[in-house]
């Protein structure tokens, strides 16, 4: 359950395991890990397809176990962000006071007993009445947006150069195979908006709203539900993009030859730059 008021946003285990700090704080931290590591793989999709169509003669780079190098840094930012949610924004009394009363009126839940990870950016010192910055939040808050911003760019700049190849290598190729380049194209760009909308942009928000005091109350959930959707989306978009996937799907007959038997998308997409 995730859960904005003020200047914090607190995210806690929602199961019989809330109570159970050492086990729920794990659980947090994991949870968060695997954003991350679902949005790093995201992109690394992208660098392999932009090899696969930009760099065909580089793909045996990638053959065997030598694929797995492809891995490493989507594990290495996934560990990081483990490390930096459980480290930097670990529970504290001035969490559990500052959203005591919002989380009781909402949950019905005692802040004290739950074990949540908390981003307070800022609060007020009772004794002095001065603003106090949480700069450990604000660190994980550049961290986190930092990862998404490399992510995002690694796609747009991979997209972006797969879309230049496809175009400079149109004029050599037969009207089936550049009406197909057009298909992939159209698919490339919605499999570039679809997680820009429903991953990065709501829990991108979820980071930088508690910086301007923009509560959200139970809506700081809808993220969790977006992410859940990009799989069967994701998927969707290929299925009814490329017309011969999708004339089956719909049981029509398709007026070319099926391209069912080259289907992985490495294997075509090279076949196609090159040409007929």
């Known amino acids: 359950t995730t859960h904005i008021h003020g200047a914090c946003m607190m995210l806690y285990v929602d199961s019989f395991l809330k109570y159970d700090k050492p086990i729920a704080l794990v659980l947090v931290g994991v949870y968060c ?5 679902c949005v790093s793989l995201l992109a690394t999709h992208f660098v392999y397809r932009y090899f696969a169509i930009c760099r065909p003669q580089d793909m045996s780079q990638f053959e ?8 490493i840094l989507p ?3 996934s560990i990081v962000w483990y490390l930096v949610v459980t480290i930097l924004v670990a529970p504290t009394a001035r969490k559990d006071e500052y959203m005591r009363e919002a989380i009781n009126e909402t949950y019905g839940e005692d802040t ?3 074990s949540y990870l908390g981003v307070l950016y800022f609060y007020k010192d009772d004794s002095n009445g001065k603003t106090v910055i949480g700069w ?3 660190t994980y808050c550049a961290y986190t947006c930092g990862v998404m911003q490399v992510c995002i760019i690694t796609m747009v700049i991979c997209g972006w150069k797969t879309w230049r190849k496809m175009e400079n290598v149109e004029g050599s190729m037969s009207k089936k195979t550049k009406e197909l380049n057009a298909q992939l194209f159209r698919t490339l760009v919605l499999q570039t908006l679809i997680p820009l909308c429903t991953m990065f942009a709501p829990v991108g928000a979820l980071i930088i709203l508690p910086i301007f005091s923009i509560a959200v109350g139970k809506l700081a959930n809808a993220p969790s539900l977006y992410a859940g ?11 009814f993009m490329i017309r011969d996937f999708r004339n089956t799907v719909l ?3 398709s007026e070319t030859k099926s391209l069912s038997s080259i289907t992985p998308a490495a294997q075509y997409s090279s076949n196609y730059v090159s040409g007929d």
């Open 33 to 37: 890990a695997t954003f991350a590591l």
């Open 64 to 71: 065997s176990v030598r694929l797995l190098q492809l891995y």
């Open 75 to 77: 594990i290495i930012f």
């Open 112 to 114: 004290s007993r739950l």
């Open 136 to 138: 450990p939040d604000f």
């Open 229 to 239: 959707f990009y799989p069967a989306l994701d998927a969707l978009v290929v299925i």
């Open 251 to 253: 049981c029509r007959k």
